[in-house]
């Protein structure tokens, strides 16, 4: 965790959605598996990532990851590249999936949101909703707010997954998590960048 304190400036965001893990391939729901690896292609994404981030950022930029294997072993080549160090933050982890994680889609029950709810405020299979997401990632941006020496750093890169990065990019584009674009196409080791005030 970093110190409070506040300053506003831009910082540049790279968010990198993990490689290929072993359950994409198994089309796996994944949520917050800790222990899922990265498959042989995932490794080489996640090379490739890094190169492509060491072009976009300072050396000793740092490098945040979610906590979960697939992600931590995504950031280690790209921390590498910048001469920098990993940030595990469980705050960065997949949207939790409660009982429906390690079904494949046809094992899947179906569930219906109950009257009422927005379907992003629905904790399916027991998990967590896009809201809880949204809550813990609003939290790790307001430390990246004040993590160097008290002021907003100029460049950041963030490791993560699918569905919470789609959250974390609608917040900073000053969306809610209602707002999440789903069409976003992040595919295994896909990067996006961000100019945010913070």
Excluded: K, Y
């Amino acid at each position: 965790m970093v110190p409070a304190g506040s300053l506003s400036q831009v910082t540049l965001i790279v968010l990198v959605r993990h490689g290929q893990s072993t359950w994409n391939l198994e089309h796996r729901l994944q949520g917050q598996r800790m222990d899922v690896p990265l498959s042989p292609l995932g490794r080489q994404q996640a090379g490739a990532a890094a190169r492509t981030v060491a072009a976009l950022v300072n050396p000793g930029t740092r490098v945040f990851s979610s906590d979960q294997d697939r992600a931590l072993q995504t950031a280690a080549p790209i921390a590498e590249a910048l001469g920098s160090t990993i940030h595990p933050d469980p705050r960065l982890r997949e949207q939790d999936l409660g009982r429906m994680e390690g079904l494949t889609p046809d094992q899947l029950a179906p569930e219906t949101a109950p009257d009422g709810a927005d379907i992003a405020d629905v904790r399916w299979g027991g998990g967590e909703s896009l809201a809880d997401v949204a809550e813990r990632s609003r939290s790790f941006l307001a430390d990246l707010a004040v993590s160097e020496h008290g002021h907003s750093p100029g460049q950041a890169v963030i490791v993560g997954h699918g569905d919470a990065l789609r959250v974390l990019i609608a917040l900073l584009d000053g969306h809610t998590h209602r707002e999440c674009d789903f069409d976003l196409v992040l595919g295994n080791a896909d990067i996006v960048t961000r100019d945010w005030i913070a």
